[in-house]
């Protein structure tokens, strides 16, 4: 169920200040976050977050068209390796 129009996007505080302090400097770093329900915001078009999948930070540089959805919708959080296939040697 999405979230109510009334209540607006949900972004986590820290990660809107560790965004400005990024523009604000100039610096072409890596932003990291756990937060993958926050929602990418106009503001984040340009910078580059690690978002975190439980295994390892991914980075994702944010572009106009991911304006919207949240951070957990743009990397997987599980890799399918393939399945496995055993031959019975009866």
């Given amino acids: 169920m999405p979230r109510s129009i009334w209540k607006g996007p949900f972004v986590e505080k820290t990660l809107i200040k560790k965004a400005k302090k990024t523009q604000e400097s100039g610096k072409r770093e ?3 976050t756990w937060s993958r329900r926050s929602t990418i915001m106009p ?37 399918l390796k393939g399945h496995t296939f055993e031959l019975n040697q009866s």
């Fill in 43 to 79: 503001d984040f078009v340009g910078l580059t977050f690690g978002v975190y999948n439980w295994q390892k930070f991914i980075p994702v540089t944010v572009t106009e068209i991911m304006v919207g959805p949240s951070f957990g919708d743009l990397c997987q959080p599980r890799f």
């Fill in 30 to 32: 890596v932003i990291k």
